[in-house]
């Protein structure tokens, strides 16, 4: 069978976590990389991989089936415009946009030229909240009452990063809007968002908030909530809980080590892991895996556009609220 | 500690009025239950328990004068009117939570305790449970550093019969005003502002009612901190007891308690019990605890260090709750 031939755009730090996951796959070739800044070296990847500072080396790679973009957020539209003159398969990590114009476009050309357009909300691939999924559809706590998500950062990005990430709920809680969606089936209907700076007065000063609780109703009826922090010391807290109307479903945080210690102290063991790249490895290779197969023409579902303009629809909401502190209807 | 001819009498011996007899039987030797009044007493209980008298009209209780203290424990509607005969007649008081359902109520409760010179203890007994203690303990101790944010978690195992849920108050008056009272404690900051989703679940019948059984609260403090508490009225594995702080500097966590610490690890899976069922058996310690330091307060003439200003403080909460769900905005707590 014919290798898969992929490239990808902007080789930064999820770049290479892609880069690295799809050059360890059988009958997949990382083809092309792009990005302004790499040394036009062969060396960093494989014998059989180009690389380009220009996007527009696109236009005239033939052979490509798949496209991978990582490059920062304000370049994903126009890359997705050109990446589509040469594939219809297309990767793109989130956010997509943070302009919801901006991705209803996208949308539309996706829908005009039957895009296969994934989005890099990760963490569905998460063996975890996988088979958390799996026991919520196999009815294990019947309906569900009420879902909350725990979502910590070990320690805030630099206020650079902040500046240009559209806010604590565009760049963080998207993730977990997507997951209460994902999960329940439902869409978020209404958000009351209550946030602050408390970690680091630059942030504040930035515009933006470190800590923030939301809480939400769903289009079914379900409450919702999550909470965030720019700064958790002791790792990277990621935790789900699930009640409904047959019992509780909770997935806890992964630590670093298994190892519990007791002494005339008292008792201690190992923190959550510190790294979202060390908690969400698997989900990184599973979701690439996905997109792989839908290039093989398999029908698996995948975060779509769609997905991307109801997280930002949410984060939008969740910023009004914050502003007015009232509940908003999406 | 205690002298022996120390005399209280108990008025409702429900199922939280029993297990305080049986608290003062088991545990206080030094203090005598003297007498109980139910409009319905379970007989072969009464037997049991070695209590002099058994009345239908708690007034026997009010007008001995042997009788130091009362505990009041019958439903939350008739509360204000034994408070204040008890108060009358100089009797000591301790009486279950919420004490009244409107904070004109309490407030001439309190009114009435202050000048009659008693003591009244409210029974928010989740302060004396030494976990929570501990965990207060580790906060003031600067632990975790300055609070971002707290985490309350109240489920109960299953939802009480519609008779009780009808006279209880409603989730926000009966279920979280512990929770509003722990947040207060933990941190000795008042809660400013508060914002209830609702929503039910379980019960359609609390629906006209204009009651939730689940609910997820989101609440902004005096001091800027801010809390969630979720409740629901039913789990079905267990009474769900959990509390998260977290600060600057860490984490603070006070998990559940299971039925018993076995577990059943197979090839496909490992199992064990369901959490404690109840608050009874959740909170066994703490309701000896409060008993202990209401009989202590008494005995050494110390006012107890909870009574109806805090009640008084977590039924504005819950009034202003109350609010906020039926406008579904947030509500400034007024005081």
């Not at chain 1, 569905?124 to 909240?129: E, G, I, L, S, T």
């Not at chain 1, 909770?250 to 060390?278: E, R």
């Not at chain 2, 545990?27 to 328990?49: C, H, M, R, T, Y």
């Not at chain 2, 769900?240 to 702080?245: A, K, L, S, V």
Request: contains cysteine; neutral net charge; glycine residues 6%.
């Amino acid at each position: 069978m014919r290798q898969i031939k992929l490239a990808l755009i902007g080789y930064g730090r999820i770049g290479k976590i892609h880069a690295d996951n799809i050059l360890q796959m059988h009958g997949v070739e990382l083809a092309l990389v792009i990005d302004p800044l790499l040394d036009e070296d062969g060396q960093l990847f494989d014998s059989r991989t180009k690389t380009s500072k220009d996007i527009k080396v696109l236009t005239a790679s033939r052979e490509i089936d798949g496209i991978i973009i990582c490059s920062p957020s304000i370049y994903h539209i126009d890359q997705i415009k050109t990446a589509a003159t040469n594939t219809k398969n297309l990767f793109c990590e989130k956010p997509l946009a943070l302009d919801p114009d901006e991705i209803a476009f996208i949308q539309e050309l996706s829908i005009k030229q039957n895009l296969n357009l994934h989005i890099g909300f990760n963490r569905r691939f998460d063996p975890d909240f996988q088979k958390l999924k799996k026991d919520i559809n196999d009815g294990v706590i019947g309906d569900i009452y009420q879902i909350t998500i725990t979502s910590r950062d070990p320690s805030p990005p630099s206020i650079d990063y902040i500046k240009e990430s559209g806010g604590l709920f565009l760049d963080m809680t998207i993730h977990d809007f997507d997951m209460i969606r994902y999960l329940t089936n439902a869409e978020i209907d209404e958000i009351y968002a209550k946030g602050k700076c408390m970690v680091d007065p630059n942030i504040g000063n930035a515009g933006d908030i470190d800590t923030a609780m939301i809480n939400m109703k769903l289009t079914n009826g379900i409450i919702a909530s999550i909470n965030n922090s720019r700064k958790a010391v002791y790792g990277y807290d990621q935790r789900i809980e699930i009640l409904g109307s047959k019992g509780s479903l909770q997935v806890g945080n992964q630590l670093l080590h298994g190892v519990n210690k007791g002494t005339k102290k008292g008792f201690s063991s190992g923190n959550p892991k510190h790294f979202f790249i060390d908690r969400y490895a698997d989900s990184y290779k599973l979701e690439m895996h996905n997109f792989i197969d839908t290039i093989k023409g398999k029908k698996v579902s995948y975060p779509s556009v769609n997905d991307a303009l109801k997280t930002i629809a949410a984060g939008l909401a969740a910023n009004k609220s914050l502003l007015k502190n009232k509940p908003i209807k999406l | 500690m205690i002298n022996k001819d120390f005399q209280v009498g108990l008025i409702g011996a429900g199922r939280i009025g029993k297990m305080h007899a049986e608290n003062i039987a088991n545990n206080f030797p030094g203090v005598k239950l003297k007498s109980v009044a139910d409009p319905s007493i379970d007989k072969e209980w009464f037997e049991s328990l070695d209590i002099e008298n058994c009345y239908t009209n708690p007034d026997k209780i009010i007008n001995d004068d042997k009788i130091h203290a009362v505990l009041i424990t019958s439903p939350t509607p008739t509360h204000i009117n034994f408070i204040r005969k008890c108060a009358i007649n100089k009797k000591h008081i301790f009486c279950e939570k919420p004490i009244a359902l409107t904070v004109n109520e309490i407030k001439k409760v309190i009114d009435i305790v202050e000048n009659e010179n008693v003591f009244l203890q409210v029974g928010l007994n989740r302060r004396f449970d030494n976990h929570f203690q501990e965990m207060r303990k580790k906060i003031h101790d600067g632990s975790i550093g300055d609070i971002y944010t707290i985490h309350i978690t109240n489920y109960d195992s299953f939802i009480p019969k519609f008779k009780f849920l009808h006279s209880s108050g409603g989730l926000l008056l009966d279920m979280s005003i512990h929770d509003f009272d722990m947040v207060q404690y933990l941190t000795g900051s008042n809660i400013k502002e508060i914002f209830v989703n609702g929503n039910v679940f379980i019960e359609p019948k609390l629906k006209e009612m204009g009651d939730i059984d689940t609910a997820t609260i989101t609440l902004e403090l005096d001091n800027g901190i801010m809390c969630s508490i979720q409740n629901c009225r039913q789990t079905h594995y267990g009474y769900d007891q959990r509390i998260e702080i977290f600060g600057s500097d860490g984490l603070l966590l006070v998990e559940n308690d299971h039925e018993n610490l076995c577990f059943l690890i197979t090839n496909n899976d490992t199992s064990r019990a369901k959490l404690k069922n109840s608050f009874i058996e959740r909170y066994e310690k703490s309701f000896i605890a409060e008993l202990n330091h209401f009989f202590e307060c008494i005995q050494s003439d110390k006012k107890p260090i909870v009574g109806g200003s805090d009640i008084l403080s977590a039924v504005q909460v819950a009034v202003a709750g109350q609010e906020s769900l039926k406008q579904n905005l947030p509500q400034k707590v007024i005081r």
